[in-house]
């Protein structure tokens, strides 16, 4: 990170953010999966501080206005996507073209496209269509240029375009193979928010009068220091009062899934940032999604989300900053894109009724806690704790078995009946950028261990991926090829064969295994029956 920071392109990314907010311009950040919800995130965050500038500064605000509605974020598949993957988006470069142009995106606007791998078609093509708009176009990956490069052509085309700025954030291996959504998109979120807080600060200061530039009380840091508190946040973080405060809550945790129970957490100003790391435990681990409100036959996602102080419409509102912003896509749409016939034929519904059958408000769910165990968990920083944690516990506490509170901060004096306090500075700042990275970074470790120690990682990998698209498909094959010793041509056929082994077993059961664990099972079991 230090390195980035000296890059000339970390410059000219901030410089472009803080001009196209000059010149009324609009910024667009795009990516899918992990890189998606980030995407989403740095919006809403984005979002936060414009609301809350008008709400407390009011005469401050009449002074830039307009600058709420400049950041857009795209995800592939759109808002429902945040909640569950939709199925096969990621890997068409032309529903990247079609969601950011019907986004609106026009010259001048600045389009940052986010791809953790460098290389998925989709955020590759809202690349190609912020350059055929007019747009200044950043692509940001984790993966070495020259790797890329040499290897993926559709990689290869767009980082050499001349007109593509790129941001090499080149993260190495992940601590446990297939993480992306940890190291990778923790120095997205890193990198770009850094950029996009420096680039208000600095649209502040020039339009605005000295006297009311003070009043805000923003810290003008230099791009260096973002390296020094991030450093100095992993290092208290990695304390071993925090470090055994994470411990705890893996063992809380696995012990409530272990009795087949449910765990479902409440939060307000960093809803977004703990639903994140919810959902993404369901594709990453292969655990059951979030279940629509009309459903009562899938089974219950292991956890789950809720805001107590607004009914779910409103909160997906308070959550997103902005009202929802669903696909509306037929048939006709998918035909026009030339997309596969499934989806020509049976287009999914991923419209805002849709996402509102996802009930995170809070209205009473008794499908959250009349399973053999329950805990309410209420996740803030410690500025927002009381209040959160008295309203949540007060009016929906006494409905689950356990309660627990995880709070980010210096001090932390809640009452419930278990407490895990994470001890750390969350320095202000215009997008509250420490705090989401804090939150972020312990809510990734701790669903990563539970989920670990639940059995859904092999050796240092996360196999138990559920190969929904080419991607995952491909990142399976080279999991179980790289974890059996066997060619990737036959790891990929042992693949589909166990796609349709788990096919065959979800008729009769309701839980089934990763294809890519059974796989590897497979494999080893007939390489053991060989040896014998």
């Given at each position: 990170?230090?390195?980035?920071?000296?890059?000339?392109?970390?410059?000219?990314?901030?410089?472009?953010?803080?001009?196209?907010?000059?010149s009324?311009?609009?910024?667009?950040?795009?990516?899918?999966g992990?890189?998606?919800?980030?995407?989403?995130?740095?919006?809403?965050?984005?979002?936060?501080?414009?609301?809350?500038?008008?709400?407390?500064?009011?005469?401050?605000?009449?002074?830039v206005?307009?600058?709420?509605?400049?950041?857009?974020?795209?995800?592939?598949?759109?808002?429902?996507?945040?909640?569950?993957?939709?199925?096969g988006?990621?890997?068409?470069?032309?529903?990247?073209?079609?969601?950011?142009?019907?986004?609106?995106?026009?010259?001048?606007?600045?389009?940052?496209?986010?791809?953790?791998?460098?290389?998925?078609?989709?955020?590759?093509?809202?690349?190609?269509?912020?350059?055929?708009?007019?747009?200044?176009?950043?692509?940001?990956?984790?993966?070495?240029?020259?790797?890329?490069?040499?290897?993926?052509?559709r990689?290869?085309?767009?980082?050499?375009?001349?007109?593509?700025?790129?941001?090499?954030?080149?993260?190495?291996?992940?601590?446990?193979?297939g993480?992306?959504?940890?190291?990778?998109?923790?120095?997205?979120?890193?990198?770009?928010?850094?950029?996009?807080?420096?680039?208000?600060?600095?649209?502040?200061?020039?339009?605005?009068?000295?006297?009311?530039?003070?009043?805000?009380?923003?810290?003008?840091?230099?791009?260096?220091?973002y390296?020094?508190?991030?450093?100095?946040?992993?290092?208290?973080?990695?304390?071993?009062?925090?470090v055994?405060?994470?411990?705890?809550?893996?063992?809380?945790?696995?012990?409530?899934?272990?009795r087949?129970?449910?765990?479902?957490?409440i939060?307000?100003?960093?809803?977004?940032?703990?639903?994140?790391?919810?959902?993404?435990?369901?594709?990453?681990?292969?655990?059951?999604?979030?279940?629509?409100?009309?459903?009562?036959?899938?089974?219950?996602?292991?956890?789950?989300?809720k805001?107590?102080?607004?009914?779910?419409?409103?909160?997906?509102?308070?959550?997103?900053?902005?009202?929802?912003?669903?696909?509306?896509?037929?048939?006709?749409?998918?035909?026009?894109?030339?997309?596969p016939?499934?989806?020509?034929?049976?287009?999914?519904?991923?419209?805002?009724?849709?996402?509102?059958?996802?009930?995170?408000?809070?209205?009473?769910?008794?499908?959250?806690?009349?399973?053999?165990?329950?805990?309410?968990?209420?996740i803030?920083?410690?500025d927002?704790?009381?209040?959160?944690?008295?309203?949540?516990?007060?009016?929906?506490?006494?409905?689950?078995?356990?309660?627990?509170?995880?709070?980010?901060?210096?001090?932390?004096?809640?009452?419930?009946?278990?407490?895990?306090?994470?001890?750390?500075?969350?320095?202000?700042?215009?997008?509250?950028?420490?705090?989401?990275?804090?939150?972020?970074?312990?809510?990734?470790?701790?669903?990563?261990?539970t989920?670990?120690?639940?059995?859904?990682?092999?050796?240092?990998?996360?196999?138990?991926?559920?190969?929904?698209?080419?991607?995952?498909?491909?990142?399976?094959?080279?999991?179980?090829?790289?974890?059996?010793?066997c060619?990737?041509?036959?790891?990929?056929?042992?693949?589909?064969?166990?796609?349709?082994?788990?096919?065959?077993?979800?008729?009769?059961?309701?839980?089934?295994?990763?294809?890519?664990?059974?796989?590897?099972?497979?494999?080893?079991?007939?390489?053991?029956?060989?040896?014998?």
């Amino acid at each position: 990170m230090e390195k980035l920071f000296q890059q000339d392109v970390f410059h000219q990314l901030i410089d472009a953010f803080a001009d196209a907010l000059c010149s009324n311009k609009r910024i667009y950040f795009t990516g899918c999966g992990a890189t998606g919800r980030l995407s989403i995130l740095l919006e809403a965050a984005y979002r936060c501080f414009w609301q809350q500038l008008s709400e407390n500064h009011p005469d401050i605000s009449a002074n830039v206005p307009d600058t709420e509605d400049r950041a857009f974020g795209i995800m592939a598949g759109g808002d429902f996507a945040l909640i569950k993957s939709v199925e096969g988006f990621e890997d068409f470069p032309d529903f990247g073209r079609c969601q950011l142009k019907q986004a609106g995106v026009q010259p001048g606007d600045i389009v940052v496209a986010v791809t953790e791998g460098g290389e998925t078609p989709f955020v590759i093509g809202t690349a190609w269509q912020g350059l055929d708009a007019g747009a200044n176009v950043f692509f940001v990956y984790n993966n070495p240029t020259d790797l890329l490069r040499t290897h993926v052509q559709r990689s290869r085309e767009i980082i050499d375009h001349p007109g593509v700025k790129k941001l090499d954030l080149t993260t190495g291996p992940m601590a446990i193979t297939g993480s992306t959504r940890m190291q990778a998109v923790t120095a997205e979120l890193l990198a770009v928010g850094a950029a996009l807080e420096m680039a208000v600060v600095k649209f502040l200061q020039q339009n605005l009068s000295v006297p009311q530039f003070s009043t805000l009380g923003l810290c003008i840091r230099p791009p260096e220091d973002y390296p020094r508190l991030f450093a100095g946040l992993l290092t208290q973080l990695s304390s071993p009062a925090n470090v055994n405060a994470m411990a705890d809550a893996v063992e809380f945790e696995e012990d409530i899934y272990r009795r087949h129970g449910l765990v479902t957490y409440i939060a307000d100003a960093f809803l977004l940032d703990v639903l994140t790391d919810t959902t993404e435990r369901s594709p990453t681990f292969m655990v059951p999604p979030f279940r629509k409100s009309d459903d009562r036959l899938s089974p219950r996602s292991w956890a789950f989300v809720k805001d107590p102080f607004h009914p779910t419409p409103h909160a997906w509102q308070h959550l997103l900053r902005r009202r929802p912003r669903g696909l509306q896509w037929t048939a006709e749409t998918y035909k026009q894109l030339n997309a596969p016939l499934p989806l020509q034929t049976q287009p999914p519904r991923l419209d805002n009724g849709e996402i509102f059958k996802f009930q995170i408000g809070s209205e009473p769910d008794t499908s959250r806690t009349d399973a053999p165990d329950s805990a309410l968990v209420v996740i803030g920083a410690a500025d927002e704790i009381e209040h959160l944690s008295g309203a949540a516990l007060q009016t929906l506490g006494s409905e689950y078995k356990k309660t627990a509170v995880m709070v980010f901060g210096p001090q932390a004096h809640p009452r419930t009946d278990k407490l895990f306090h994470f001890r750390c500075d969350l320095p202000a700042s215009p997008l509250q950028l420490w705090r989401h990275l804090a939150i972020k970074l312990v809510l990734n470790t701790i669903s990563t261990a539970t989920m670990a120690r639940m059995g859904r990682v092999v050796s240092n990998a996360m196999a138990w991926l559920s190969p929904s698209n080419k991607k995952l498909i491909d990142r399976g094959s080279r999991l179980i090829s790289e974890l059996t010793g066997c060619a990737y041509e036959q790891a990929c056929i042992a693949l589909y064969h166990a796609i349709d082994e788990v096919q065959s077993r979800a008729k009769q059961a309701e839980e089934v295994p990763s294809p890519v664990a059974l796989a590897i099972e497979s494999i080893r079991s007939a390489a053991h029956k060989t040896s014998l």
